[in-house]
């Protein structure tokens, strides 16, 4: 929607300073003046659109992670996904409070978003994250799986309280199949789903 409001708002700036430079100022090139008028509409655009952020984690929602497997895919970029679903929150929750539940869902996206330079991380359900990053090949989708099994072994730490996230995962390599995001969601949450009942802590 932004783009096509863009579209319809520069082709008839671009078409009046055309027809002012052909017929008034024929001795004035306007090009610069055309290439920063559409820098701003496009600037306006976006910047008025507004951002769609998780309130607690500032981490991206579902339909931002939705759109930027839209936007990878559109654009043939190799990338990984993992999912994390946290396993019996709501006991955390409970016998520690919300306060301190809150802040364990803060540090979880405070890792994700950290784990990779390019790393773009999400909450896309309650207890439940993606971290989109780019791969090269199975061998370093090993390794970031690895590394996150790795740091789920270790207590989570808020103020003094320390314990320990149950989870099950997802991990997938996309390399250009004909997917649609919404495809790829589907398969993610059918692997969480699969690795849950079949009490595997990652499924590819």
Same mark, same amino acid.
């Given at each position: 929607k932004e783009i096509l409001r863009v579209i319809q708002m520069v082709v008839p700036i671009v078409l009046i300073i055309a027809g002012l430079q052909v017929t008034l100022l024929r001795f004035l090139y306007l090009n610069g003046t055309i290439i920063a008028l559409v820098n701003l509409v496009i600037f306006?655009?976006?910047?008025?659109?507004?951002?769609?952020?998780?309130?607690l984690t500032g981490l991206g929602n579902r339909n931002s992670f939705l759109d930027?497997?839209?936007?990878?895919?559109?654009?043939?970029?190799?990338?990984?996904?993992?999912c994390i679903s946290l396993q019996n929150f709501g006991m955390i929750t409970r016998r #520690?409070? =919300?306060?301190?539940?809150?802040?364990?869902?803060?540090?979880v996206a405070q890792y994700f978003s950290s784990l990779h330079p390019e790393a773009r991380a999400y909450r896309i359900a309650s207890v439940s994250f993606a971290v989109l990053l780019p791969v090269n090949d199975r061998s370093e989708q090993d390794a970031v799986i690895e590394q996150i099994r790795s740091r789920f072994e270790?207590?989570?730490?808020?103020?003094?309280?320390?314990?320990?996230?149950?989870y099950y995962g997802a991990s997938m390599l996309y390399q250009m199949q004909p997917w649609t995001a919404e495809q790829v969601?589907?398969? #993610?949450? =059918?692997?969480?789903?699969?690795?849950?009942?079949d009490d595997k802590q990652m499924l590819l």
């Open positions: 306006i655009n976006f910047q008025s659109h507004p951002i769609e952020a998780d309130s930027e497997i839209k936007l990878r895919t559109a654009g043939h970029q190799q990338y990984q996904i993992v #520690l409070g =919300y306060a301190i539940g809150d802040g364990i869902l803060h540090e270790k207590n989570w730490e808020v103020g003094r309280t320390s314990c320990k996230l149950p969601m589907v398969y #993610l949450e =059918y692997t969480l789903a699969q690795a849950k009942a």
